[in-house]
């Protein structure tokens, strides 16, 4: 510090004459009063935003607050100057000892959601440089984040597995696959820890994998992974017994109740795309598998140190007397301690599985207890599919509009609370074909030549009625292809939002593709609207270690309540229309980690 001249000037005479004070209270001295400085601090705002002044004086070892003001969807990139501290909106200067400036800038609100630079996972290349043949794609599935060893840190556990080594050829072999655990470190970093986590270094299903649910199934504690396995790696169905050869051993990733994990096998086999936890009054939940081979629905129940088949979910009653086994959802329980009491699933009454049923165990037993009436019929020989053959028209109308479409339907669901402490509604995604001005009597329409819709429907379920709740989603961009991601809080503010996991196009892929996640805010009155999510981080194009179908979702992986943003390549593609696979095996996943909590 450089103190003025003339403060240097005052001091001198000041100190003699508190000495001669006290020497013993003589009444002669003359007080001088104590003429303290003051500077100037001045304020400047980049585009942007606003601060309250421009600039103010400041006694010396005074400070001095300023407002700023951020424009809406915009946020304060960096304030400094003066040695101050920016607390909300308020910026308090350090104690003023001379003319300083302040200077606020501004920078979109989303571009400070998350860290720009990211922290990527190790790549296991010992587990999977030697799974798939040569010229087979490796696909990163089901990724879970999930707290193994309980540190309150996410740890994550990624399914990894090998397309057919030929498409379109039959075998009945299992799929090469890999499951590998992550350990969260505690510092934001991450470790490969299968002798850790599961005892061995090598973990499969010999299976891929669709869907995944998280529950605690074995009542210690830690949650348990259950997977939709099946073998639909890209090899053909086997003739007369179409679709056994994409049945696969069903099992179920579980806890040791000390941190560590082994593969329980619930002896039984089947082609699954559906699977769920099912909340008993006891606390308990079953593992309900909805596969598409068997006649019935089957549950595993934990009992007496292992799973046990149960019949519960078997005979509901209903058009087809069976849960779907393309959309299946269990409501979670309403009533505390009342287990859960209602469910959704596809009909499996129409050809494009557009029908939803509901069902309720309010009798005690779970039963059939309504159903959308899409107005489902069969126009035949009107449908000519991508091969030429010419086949049958299924058709549907829902709000006036006629959609067809072999194979969509409802195929994704979760459940929310719109508000907190209501009644969850369900939540389904429906893809099928519109049919410009609607089905015209004699057309043969060409599946190539239809557009599909992705479209999110709210469904209200209750113990005798299902009903379609419009005017929910906002924002909604049909031509995206999803599947569910989130269906929870996902910013803090006691709300349920939506994320969606936004798809690449499937094989043959040949565009790089960077997608990032998909958010729908609540805004606290019944609508779940889409954010803008321009400049967020996101993996560069021409990263060429990299490329093609990144995906992107949010979870918190280091344990502040804030979720990150994490990517993944979904597989090591094919990159031309002559199969040419990308040479680079490298699947990377990586973590941006969050700053703060989305706002609408
Ligand atoms: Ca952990
Ligand atoms: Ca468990
Ligand atoms: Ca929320
Ligand atoms: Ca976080």
């Known amino acids: ?197 599961f005892g061995q270094e090598t973990l499969s299903f010999g299976a891929a994998s669709r869907k995944v649910v998280e529950a605690d199934f074995n009542g210690d504690g830690y949650l348990d992974i259950l997977y939709a396995l099946n073998k639909e790696d890209g090899r053909a169905q086997a003739g007369e017994a179409g679709g056994a050869s994409n049945e696969a051993p069903q099992s179920i990733l579980l806890s040791n109740g000390d941190g560590t994990y082994a593969l329980a096998d619930l002896g039984y086999s089947e082609w699954v795309h559906a699977v769920d936890a099912v909340q008993l009054p006891s606390g308990n939940f079953d593992a309900v598998i909805s596969g598409f081979r068997s006649p019935d629905v089957r549950g595993f129940r934990y009992e007496g140190q292992a799973f046990q088949s149960v019949t519960d979910y078997s005979s509901p009653g209903g058009p087809t007397n069976r849960f779907g086994a393309s959309t299946l959802k269990f409501l979670p329980e309403y009533t505390i301690g009342s287990g859960s009491t209602l469910a959704i699933s596809d009909s499996g009454d129409c050809g494009i599985q557009v029908n939803l049923s509901s069902f309720s165990k309010a009798s005690g037993e779970w039963l059939f207890s309504d159903k959308t009436d899409f107005n489902c019929r069969t126009v035949q020989n009107a449908y000519e599919s991508y091969t030429g053959e010419v086949d049958d028209l299924p058709l549907v109308t829902i709000d006036g509009q006629d959609y067809t479409g072999g194979g969509f339907g409802n195929d994704e669901s979760c459940a929310l609370e719109l508000s907190p402490g209501d009644r969850p509604v369900a939540v389904v995604k429906y893809s099928a074909q519109p049919i410009e001005g609607n089905y015209v009597e004699g057309v043969v329409y060409k599946q190539e030549e239809l557009t599909s819709e992705n479209k999110i429907n709210i469904f209200e379920v209750s113990d005798s009625d299902l009903a379609l709740k419009t005017g929910v989603i906002e924002g909604h961009d049909v031509d995206t292809r999803f599947t569910f991601s989130a269906c929870r809080d996902i910013n803090n503010d006691g709300y349920d939002d939506l994320v969606l996991l936004q798809n ?76 040419t696979l990308d040479p680079d095996m490298t699947n990377l996943i990586r973590i941006y980690w969050g700053v703060k909590n989305l706002q609408p």
């Open 1 to 197: 510090m450089t103190l003025p001249n003339y403060q240097i000037a005052l001091l001198t005479l000041i100190i003699p004459l508190v000495i001669s004070c006290g020497g013993g209270g003589g009444s002669s001295s003359i007080e001088i009063p104590a003429v303290t400085p003051s500077f100037n601090v001045s304020a400047s705002a980049g585009a942007n935003g606003s601060i309250s002044s421009t600039t103010v004086t400041v006694t010396q070892g005074q400070t001095t607050t300023f407002t700023v003001t951020p424009d809406a969807g915009y946020t304060v990139a960096s304030i400094t100057g003066c040695n101050g501290t920016l607390s909300e909106t308020t910026y308090t200067t350090g104690a003023i000892s001379s003319d300083c400036s302040v200077t606020a800038s501004f920078a979109t609100f989303i571009s400070t959601v998350f860290n720009t630079t990211a922290y990527e996972l190790p790549y296991p290349n010992d587990l999977l440089s030697d799974l798939c043949e040569e010229s087979v794609p490796i696909f990163t599935s089901i990724l879970s984040p999930i707290d193994t060893n309980l540190d309150s840190h996410n740890d994550l556990i990624v399914h990894y597995w090998c397309g057919a080594g030929e498409f379109g050829v039959y075998i009945d072999t299992p799929v090469p696959d890999a499951v590998v655990a992550f350990k969260n470190n505690g510092d934001e970093t991450f470790t490969i820890a299968n002798s850790e986590v």
């Open 504 to 579: 690449a196009g499937s094989g043959g892929e040949s565009t790089n593709t960077r997608n990032k996640p998909i958010v729908y805010l609540n805004d606290k009155e019944n609508h779940l609207v889409k954010m803008d999510l321009e400049g967020i981080p996101e993996v560069p194009v021409g990263d060429n270690n990299f490329d093609y179908l990144i995906h992107g979702f949010l979870a918190d992986m280091n344990g502040d309540s804030i979720e990150d943003l994490i990517y993944y390549r979904a597989s090591r593609s094919y990159i031309d229309s002559n199969g």
